[in-house]
Nanobody
Framework: QVQFVESGGGLAQPGGSLRLSCAAS????????MGWYRQAPGKQRELVARITTGGSTNYADSVKGRFTIFRDNAKNTVYLQMNSLKAEDTAVYYCNTEPPIRRYWGQGTQVTVSS
């Protein structure tokens, strides 16, 4: 029923930064934890980061210390700040509730890290 629309992806050099954005409905934002996911070609979709309604965060080991998930309550928007990017971060990034709701998957935003 609801599909998230992600933005902010693009091409970055190794060591560079990108900030991804995802707007959620107020209803979803207020009652669900949110997560950023990614899927590289030929690989399964994986959870990168999550943030609870209370603001607690968790990260995949592969991005700890480099990525930060945060939210803007006034805008009902969740962000993923990606720093120190690596080629291995190349993937399509998605936002969804955490745990995800199948019908909420959108098209994602492409992140490509290459020199």
């Amino acid at each position: 029923q609801v599909q998230f629309v992600e933005s902010g992806g693009g091409l970055a050099q190794p060591g560079g930064s990108l900030r991804l954005s995802c707007a959620a409905s107020a209803r979803i934002f207020s009652i669900n934890a949110m997560g950023w996911y990614r899927q590289a070609p030929g690989k399964q979709r994986e959870l990168v980061a999550r943030i609870t309604t209370g603001g607690s965060t968790n990260y995949a080991d592969s991005v700890k210390g480099r990525f930060t998930i945060f939210r803007d309550n006034a805008k009902n928007t969740v962000y993923l700040q990606m720093n120190s990017l690596k080629a291995e971060d190349t993937a399509v990034y998605y936002c969804n509730t955490e745990p995800p709701i199948r019908r909420y998957w959108g098209q994602g935003t492409q992140v490509t890290v290459s020199s």
